[in-house]
């Protein structure tokens, strides 16, 4: 480095120390600039402050919306599931959905959640109501003035099996439920709270011999007002709901209408009556749905609603509102109980359903419903002209038609005129059955013609017992079909005919309310099994009991199996099921199957085969004789051995494929050589 450079840098050095020196600020401008700093800070934190309890009050304001309008998921004991994930469930009633509220503001939403519980449940327990009863010729109504609500229902003219196997002379009302088995309330969503009327105390304003007024005063709100008005001689009872004086604070698209039932146990067959208990509604666009009626099920409402039933066996209640229910919030619910339920013996299912009841101005609005409670018989649930008859199973698609419009209608002429239920059947089956007599004797004479062609075919299948000459077999197989007349398929369709009502007929018996509690013979309920004998224990499969009806329908059966067993030939070809011994197996599988099922339609079948049998021997002695059909068969194949009757197209284009196959397997014969 020279001496320039160096006295250069030198010179740079001093004059930066110089300026260092000469800008530094004082004391009083380093104050200054401090008290600056913590000015700008404490400002930068009062903002930050400011925009915090902005934020915590937008959480406030989105926690009370979601405390007002959303419901806290609770477990079976009826407390909020905990958030042990770290995150809490809430269900939309309105929506009908589950949504998941985020960690941060978790605490408060249960905190308010639990407080609003907490602010009901004192309410709960001091609540007590009284009972007050509305009866005419059918049906006998508890009242609670706790909720305003229906707490109990009889039917006047019916009673439980229980109470009818006492054979005591009088009739002992049945109860479909009871205090303490439903519920029913409107929820009303009023400045962020929900409230439940079925938890409310009402006020009797007004009571008569077949009307009653209830009202109740909603803290801070307006006036809620049920009207109960029972008609004479029926089965229904007219609802209204009238709300007045919410000034505005009532949200009306959120009003819903809860109904929770459990059904009491009637029937003998506790188990075939659970079973068929479900929930049924009828949708204004998409006609008549139901849940499940074998496992737990729910569905949100897919249309608007016209009606909702809760059905079981042989009653049901109906609910049906002037303007149908609207699908938004809307839904139904059949949860069934386990083995451990302190209801298992007892109740049926518990039903329940969510139903928006369409209300557009809650400072002045009136819902006007209908009650039914009442038998699934059909002409009673037909004459309210709604679809009710809809909800008994008369099967799908054809057998319901046959079913509706043949055997019901005959069946209800039957007993019009005063005779016995068990006759009633008698005849039913015997108009039945020899209105079939034409199919059965054209049945009956396609077996026997199959039957004298049985030695010939017999004799065909000896000719050709390789694998390989089954082309030939057939042809001519079909060759002596042709020129006899007749045809292994001419007794399939005559069956095919019978068989929708013989289906039918198994969809109607155990769903016909008439056959209840009526006895017949040794039967005492033709709704239910009929026993000979009690094992006082239970056989898996089987049952703990003999049913004669069973025993003597699988009997009946098995003969006419032994008479039809003629006509059919064992298995030619090896791995071919036996049809003898699959027919002779169905008999014996109806005792198991038929042995708890409905002794009404036990001895429908009984006498219909009977019928049969006896119809089989009439046509076989004075209508068909198997000698003169046998002569009549041969010189009808003399005369088609002379003919040279013209073939049909299709005759034609079948045998150049059996020739065409049968060239084809000796080429492959030939080439396997």
Known sequence: MDRNTVIGLVLIGLILSVFTIFSQPSEEDLKKMEEEQQAEQLKAEEESKDEEEVKQESDKETTQDLASNW?????????????????????????????????QIKEEVVEQAETASVEQEPEQEKVEGEIITLENEKLIINFDTKGGQIAGVRLKEYESYDDYAKKDGKITPITLFKEGDASNGIILPINGKKINTAEKLFVLKKESNNKLVFEHQVENGGTVKFVYSLKPDAYDIDYDIKLSGFDSKLNTKNITFNWDVAYRRTERLFSEQRRVSTICFNYSEEDFSYLSEITDDNEDAEDDIDWISYKQSYFSSFIKPELPFEKEGSSFEVKTYGEDHERVDSHLKDFSSTLNLNIKDGDNATVRLNWFFGPNEYQTLRSYDSGYENVLNYGWGLFRWINIYAVQPLFAFLQSTGMSIGIAILLLTLILKFALMPIQWKMYTSSAKMRILKPEIEAINEKYPEKDDAMKKQMETMALYRESGASPFSGCVPMLIQMPILLAVFRFFPSTFDLRQQSFLWADDLSSYDSILDFNFDIWLYGDHISLFTLLMAGTTLIYTHINSGNMSTPQQ??????????????????????????????????STLTSILIMVLIKRYFVD?????????????????????????????EQMQKAQLEQAKRNKGKKK
Request: proline share 6%.
């Open 71 to 103: 419901v806290l998921k609770l477990d079976e004991d009826g407390k909020p599931v905990p958030a042990d994930s770290g995150m809490v469930v809430y269900t939309d009633p309105i929506a009908g959905k589950d949504t998941i509220i985020a960690e």
């Open 574 to 607: 090896p791995g071919m099921p036996n049809m003898k011994i699959i027919m002779y197996f169905f008999p014996i599988m109806m005792i198991f199957f038929f042995n708890n099922y409905s002794s009404g339609l036990s001895y429908y079948y009984f006498i």
């Open 626 to 654: 198997e000698e003169k059909l046998k002569a009549k068969m041969a010189a009808k194949k003399a005369v088609k051995g002379q003919q040279t009757k013209k073939k049909s197209k299709f005759q034609e284009r079948l």
